[in-house]
């Protein structure tokens, strides 16, 4: 179970007797808006009817959908856990850069633009690159060229996650991995596709996948790389093409990267 101050746990009796829920069903609501930053929530709570979404000031959706008594209830109760931990030391203090804590991004980021977090994912939007959580393992991406705004994921517990740019839907996966694990490739229909309307659309499907790409010092390491086939490589570099059409490679660290790659083979 989620640790609480003792602040923090005399609130959720408190809110756990007048709502008559368990203690655990408003623990998991209150870690859910605090994963959405204090303005949403997706949660999975059987006692508020199983999945849901909470949206402060907007759409409240239950899985009961026309039980309206139960989506006021949802929304009463999200809006008060999140002026809770607005104004509350609920959970124990985590330091910055760790995992758990409310600053969980490298502390090298500095401080985010837009932040938030749906089931066990969280993000972090920063210039020119996106940190994000998921179990506890933090990722880092170069966003390139891409002015990130919303965020969706899909749902049944899937951990594909997509923003949207000024070029359209552009799934996480594609982006240049810079540290970390990354997370699992959305599904194809999530991926930015070429348009004959906007060059600058495109689709880098798993470029760093077997490559790692550092953008900011323009570099493959190919070291601890597998050998590739022929036709691999050139898949890679075609990819590779379409970030230097589109502005975000130069000439010399495209030609680099190729020449990486083709000693792979």
Request: charged fraction near 10%.
């Amino acid at each position: 179970m989620q640790k609480l101050t003792d602040v923090g746990q005399t609130l959720v009796n408190n809110i756990s007797s007048r709502y008559g829920l368990s203690n655990d069903a408003v623990i998991h609501m209150l870690v859910a808006v605090n994963n959405g930053g204090g303005s949403m929530a997706q949660f999975c709570c059987p006692e508020l009817g199983g999945s849901g979404q909470w949206m402060r000031g907007g759409m409240t959706m239950v899985g009961d959908m026309f039980n309206h008594g139960l989506k006021a209830t949802v929304d009463n109760l999200c809006n008060e856990l999140a002026n809770v931990l607005a104004n509350n030391q609920v959970f124990p203090v985590v330091p910055a850069g760790t995992p758990g804590s409310n600053q969980w991004w490298p502390a090298h980021l500095g401080s985010p633009f837009s932040s938030g977090g749906q089931n066990n994912i969280r993000y972090a939007v920063f210039p020119n690159r996106l940190a994000v959580e998921l179990y506890g393992q933090v990722s880092v991406y170069d966003t390139l060229n891409h002015n990130i705004g919303g965020v969706s994921q899909q749902q049944g517990g899937d951990t594909s996650l997509t923003f949207s740019s000024q070029f359209g839907t552009i799934s996480v996966s594609s982006l240049p991995l810079l540290s970390g694990p990354g997370i699992a490739p959305a599904p194809q229909t999530n991926f930015a596709q070429v348009s004959s309307s906007n060059s600058n659309s495109y689709t880098a499907n798993n470029v760093n996948t077997d490559v790692s790409v550092d953008m900011a010092g323009g570099q493959i390491d190919a070291s601890n790389q597998p050998a590739m086939d022929v036709n691999t490589a050139l898949e890679y570099i075609g990819k590779l093409a379409q970030l230097r059409d589109s502005g975000a490679l130069t000439d010399e660290e495209f030609n680099a990267k190729k020449t990486e790659l083709l000693q792979r083979v």
